[in-house]
Structure formats: C-alpha cells, structure tokens
C-alpha cells in the first residue's frame, strides 16, 4: 500500500505525521513514564538537550502556547500583566492539563527573564524543578567558563539524581543526532529561497514544533529527510505548494514566544497569499547552521557550552549577534516585508523590535510590528493591519517592475 502512494500523497503523510507529533507524544510519553524511563519537561532550547539525551533520558517539550483554561487559572496567582507563555506554561501545570509535565520526572527551567524566574519559585512548589543560571552577556572570554560550570553542574545533577552516567561518548552520539535535527531544519528554511517557495511557512513551523515531541530521533531524523527530498522533487516539477508562476510576497517573521498566534498572524499572512519564507529569532537560520562542534579532540560540554551561548535570544545584551543574523537574512532571502510580532509583557524582545524595525529601514525593507497575546478578541485588528501591510508591499512590487 505504502509504494502506491503518489509523491504528494506521501509527503502529506509525513506533513501531517509532523503536525500530529505532539498528541503522538503524549501518549508515548505516558507509555515511556510507565516503563521506567525518565522524563524531562522543558520550556526553552536553553535546556540542553545534548545533556539530556545523552543520559538516555527523554526530553519533551511542555505547555504553555493556548489560552483556556491555563491563563485564566493562571490569573488567580499570577499578575495578569505577564507574559502570556509564563502564564500559560504555569496554568498548564497547575490546573494539570499538560501530561508532558505531569508525566515528567523533573522540569528544566532556565533564567532567561525575570518573570520566568520569579514563576519557577512557585512552580517549585507544584514539581521537581532544576533550574539552569544563565549568562545573559554572550561574550566567549566573560561567560563561557562559567557557563560551562553551570551546565557541569546540571549534568552531575541529573547523574546523581537518576543513577544515570553521561559519558563524553555519549555526549558526541547525542551531539551528532542533534547537529542533524539542526542541518535539517536549516535546509527546509533554504527552501523558503526558491521562487516560490517549495515550502510554506506553517509547513516550516509545524515541522520546528515537531522537533520537540518526536522523541524516536532516528524516526524522526528519516522522516524529516524523505519529508526535504518530496518536497525538493515536487518543486522541480512544478508541484510544490505555489504555481511555478506565482511569486508570492516573500515575509521574513521576528519573534518568540509566537506559537500560541499562530493562527490570527503567520495563519493570516498566508491565508492572504503571501509567502512566509523564514524565521528570525532565536529559531532563525544562523543558529540553525551552526551545529556543535563534533570533532573527537573537542570537549564535548565546552562545545555544547559554545553552542548555546550563541542562541541570539533578545535576553542576550549586547545582542548583536541576532542583529547580524537579521541582516544576512534580509539579502539572502529576499525578502519583500518583515513582521515583527511580540506577546505582550515580553520585554527583551519588544524593546529590540525598535532595532530590528532599524536594520530594516537602513535595509530598505518595509517593517511591520504587531503586539497580541494567546487570548481572543485581537483577530479582526490583526488581520486588518497585516492585510494593509501586505496591499503596500504588493503595490511597492508593483510599483518597481
């Protein structure tokens, strides 16, 4: 049956294999808990999970994307002028609707901002949390030792809590597994280059999200490369998602935290034609190419240790190394307009949408910012001012032909 199938039928599988991974997860995360193994909750890529695997533990990770119940639970002991995601990951937890965190032996949390910090406290209370000290300056010379030392630290943690060992042999496999989750993950966004695009933007995303709950790597590994080559194919046959003679608006995404908009934002741009061609931000394209340094003579948590510091998260300062990123993509891609899209109370990554709205402009490329949250009531303001954004840049196109 599997052979009858058209190339396009088969790359649907995978995609909707990818789309559906998160509720696969939860019950093969139910089935690993009650087998013995050791589950790891996480929030954030800072959770290394280089280390994690490496221990033959699984690592998932856990809610805190949609609104009801979780944040108006949330409410009631949390201010309500937080950041959606913290309020969201909280609720979850404590209204015990994510059974990735009630099924999980230990929550990772890390410092990135101050509510997510003060939130640990109390979510201490409710699970078994480790949390993981963060340097917030992204200088090798001022921060990597000791960031090294932290990430030592979380390691013997996990040894001596669970009778674990997590050798450096072990380390390099998880290190080279992951390195392909990276490089395969950068060459669906090279996909976003083509005219048009032989992928789409929530194609690109579902696949990003996949990453965290398809926890059979090697699965997920194949999966994800037969997923490139249909989609390479169905391309160079005039098959892919855009006729070969569109050439939709090319909408470069900023952000984090996004995954809970999904639908009243990235769903809008494309729902109105456009083509979002890649993302910026701690997911963005330079970070996604630069894999952790595999070679044997290496020391397997320096390298991790190297790897992470340079994740281009807005808690970073300076941060310019998201900046750069930012620029490189601009002229790689092409890209006709940028979108910045902020959750409320997310300070670092709302302040700098003031420089990313900069770099833009000195790139000539027109910069759109909208402010939202995971609660309802926003769509129709949303998709009136993305609507607007789009009919300019359509009618600048226009305009320069």
């Known amino acids: 049956m599997e052979s009858n199938r058209t190339p396009s039928q088969e790359l649907q599988a995978i995609l909707d294999e990818f789309a559906g991974a998160k509720k696969d997860a939860s ?19 800072y959770a290394p ?23 108006p639970l949330a409410e009631t002991e949390l201010p309500a002028n937080l950041c959606p995601l913290i309020k969201s990951s909280y609720g979850n937890i404590l209204g015990e609707t994510c059974p990735f965190a009630f099924y999980s032996d230990l929550i990772v949390g890390e410092t990135t901002c101050d509510g997510k910090k003060k939130m640990y406290e109390m979510l201490a209370e409710l699970k078994d949390m480790y949390v993981i000290h963060l340097p917030n300056v992204p200088d090798r010379a001022r921060s ?7 990430l030592i630290r979380f390691k013997e943690a996990l040894e001596a809590r669970f009778g674990v ?12 597994i992951l390195n392909q989750e990276r490089s395969q993950m950068a060459q669906l966004y090279e996909l976003g280059k083509l005219d048009p695009p032989a992928a789409t933007g929530l ?12 926890l059979d790597k090697q699965n997920k590994l194949a999966k994800a490369q037969r997923m490139l080559e249909l989609m390479r194919q169905q391309w160079a046959a005039g098959q892919g998602p855009y006729r070969p003679e569109q050439h939709p608006l090319r909408i470069l995404v900023s952000g984090a935290g996004i995954d809970g908009v999904i639908d009243k934002t990235m769903g809008v741009i494309e729902g109105l034609g456009a083509a979002i061609v890649c993302y910026e931000g701690c997911c963005g394209i330079g970070n996604m190419r630069r894999p952790i340094d595999e070679s044997p003579d290496a020391d397997p948590m320096e390298a991790i240790a190297e790897k992470y510091l340079e994740v281009p998260c807005a808690v970073m300062s300076p941060n310019g190394r998201r900046f750069d990123q930012l620029r490189n993509t601009l002229a790689e891609w092409q890209v006709d307009g940028v979108i910045s899209i902020t959750v409320h109370a997310c300070t670092p990554f709302d302040v ?21 949250d995971y609660s309802p009531g926003d769509e129709g303001q949303l998709r009136t001012r993305i609507e607007a ?3 300019m840049l359509q009618e600048r196109r226009e305009a320069e032909r």
Not at 27 to 45: M, P, R, T, Y
Not at 144 to 150: D, F, G, P, T
């Open 144 to 150: 990597l030792a000791s960031w090294k030392a932290e």
């Open 352 to 372: 700098e949408s003031h420089t990313i709205g900069a770099i833009c402009q000195e790139a000539g490329v027109p910069f759109l910012h909208v402010r939202t």
């Open 49 to 71: 999970m280089e280390i994690i695997n490496a221990g033959g533990m699984h690592n998932v990770l856990l809610c805190g994307f949609n609104y009801d119940p979780p944040i």
């Open 203 to 214: 194609q690109m995303r579902s696949v990003m999200t996949a990453e965290y709950f398809m």
């Open 27 to 45: 019950l093969f995360v139910k089935e690993a808990a009650e087998h013995g193994d050791i589950v790891i909750g996480s929030f954030c890529q």
């Open 165 to 176: 060992e997590i050798t450096d042999e072990r380390l390099r496999q998880s290190i080279r």
């Open 389 to 391: 954004f789009l009919e």
